[in-house]
């Protein structure tokens, strides 16, 4: 949808494990996109992950937790969850809530897309893909997500909001992406 394959890398099937994620330049990245499946134990944040795969030659065990997604350095515009319940976590009072959405602001991304609660995969590869579109038409990332969930409306009538609704962004959403 960017119309960038030359300076796309995927991490797919086998390949997508966490030790290979880890090793790559993500300071480099503008854009880190994960579909993968998420998971959060809201009593210990810390625990939340994204799961890859298993290297076996590695000590990594494909669960990219809370603790190790902080002490990535990243410049990223954009780190999108594409997975269940990325977006909750522990409300730890007046400093909001804990969880992978947090890890990954901390460690430098300036803006983190992530799903409120389980999602529906034909939705979510609908949303993802009208999300993107509007990235490459120069829209910001709130609008483009916004604008996604209307054309998902548009096209599929009138649905419940636990097919369009899950995903939300945090951070500055604000301006556009320059490719």
């Known amino acids: 949808a960017l119309g960038r ?3 796309t890398t995927l ?3 086998d390949i997508a494990t966490e030790t290979l994620f880890k090793s790559e330049p993500l300071f480099e990245f503008k854009i880190i996109h994960f ?11 810390d625990r939340d992950a994204l799961i890859l795969g298993r290297d076996p030659h590695s000590n990594d065990d ?3 937790q809370v603790r190790e997604i902080a002490r990535l350095s990243l410049d990223a515009d954009l780190v999108t969850l594409s997975a269940c319940n ?13 969880g992978l959405v947090q890890a990954f602001l901390f460690a430098g991304a300036r803006t983190v ?4 609660w389980p999602v529906d995969d034909d939705s979510t590869r609908f949303l993802m893909k009208q999300f993107y579109t509007h990235l490459a038409q120069n829209e910001d990332e709130a609008s483009a997500l916004r604008q996604a969930k209307l054309d998902y409306l548009n096209s599929k009538g009138d649905k419940s909001p636990i097919f369009w609704g899950p995903f939300v962004v ?7 992406i320059n490719f």
């Open 113 to 116: 897309a992530a799903s409120l």
């Open 170 to 176: 945090v951070g500055d959403a604000s301006k556009p």
């Open 62 to 64: 494909g669960l990219l």
């Open 86 to 98: 990325t977006g909750t976590g522990k409300l730890e009072g007046e400093e909001g809530s804990t």
């Open 11 to 13: 991490l797919l099937g």
């Open 35 to 45: 579909a993968v499946h998420g998971v959060s134990v809201p009593d210990f944040p």
């Open 5 to 7: 394959p030359q300076q």
